[in-house]
């Protein structure tokens, strides 16, 4: 059984609770993670999600086989009933705490983490994807969970397909030709990010 959840923790809609494809080049079960949003699952299942500046954490316990994937775009951390998974700080505590609620133990966790690309000119200056790579290391060694495989920083955007059962990660840098579709995502998130309600979420790569 897998959990889907959006901001604040929120159960997404039926049908993309239940959602998901086959993925017949991995022979695969899939379940994208979009911006926002993180998954929890202990089940035989590929997650799958696209990033730009964003980042993403793969976690598991290698002994339960409890694992998940997180996707958030901004560094800085929100508190309160407020805050939402689309903030560093909060997507990490989230997944966290959904691990352990469902029997992973918080001294075995080991992470993979992705993206932070500079690939969106308007956010360059002030370094988004950089800021989102910095602050995932660092709260992973704040918090005492060894990082096993990192791809991070770079010009380019990712597509991360992780395994939770065996932990496995296999990372595609996409060609100059799908650039426009990742930036294109992301400037709509980061122009919704203001103004979407708390707990509220987008879906961006369909």
């Known amino acids: 059984m897998y959990a889907i959840r959006k901001a604040?923790?929120?159960?997404?809609?039926?049908?993309?609770?239940?959602?998901?494809y086959f993925d017949t080049k991995f022979d695969a079960y899939a379940v994208k993670v979009l911006p926002g949003e993180y998954v929890v699952t202990v089940d035989d299942v590929m997650l799958v999600t696209l990033l730009g500046s964003c980042v993403t954490a793969c976690?598991?316990?290698p002994f339960s086989r409890i694992g998940g994937m997180n996707h958030f775009m901004l560094p800085d951390s929100e508190t309160g009933e407020g805050a939402t998974a689309r903030y560093g700080a909060y997507a990490m505590e989230i997944l966290i705490n959904d691990l352990l609620k469902r029997g992973a133990m918080r001294n075995?966790?080991?992470?993979?983490?992705?993206?932070g690309g500079a690939v969106i000119a308007a956010l360059s200056s002030s370094d988004v994807g950089q800021r989102n790579a910095h602050f995932v290391l660092a709260y992973l060694a704040a918090e005492?969970?060894?990082?096993?495989?990192?791809?991070?920083?770079?010009?380019?955007?990712?597509?991360?397909?992780y395994f939770p059962r065996d932990g496995r990660a296999l990372v595609r840098r996409l060609p100059s030709a799908l650039r426009a579709e990742v930036v294109a995502g992301e400037k709509l998130y980061q122009?919704?990010?203001?103004?979407?309600?708390?707990?509220?979420?987008?879906?961006l790569f369909t």
């Not at 604040?8 to 998901?20: E, K, Q, T």
């Open 108 to 115: 075995r966790l080991e992470a993979k983490v992705f993206g």
């Open 144 to 161: 005492r969970i060894p990082i096993l495989a990192q791809d991070l920083g770079d010009t380019c955007p990712r597509r991360v397909h």
């Open 8 to 20: 604040r923790g929120a159960p997404l809609p039926p049908d993309r609770a239940i959602g998901g």
């Open 59 to 61: 976690m598991r316990d």
């Open 191 to 203: 122009s919704r990010l203001g103004s979407e309600p708390a707990g509220g979420g987008v879906e």
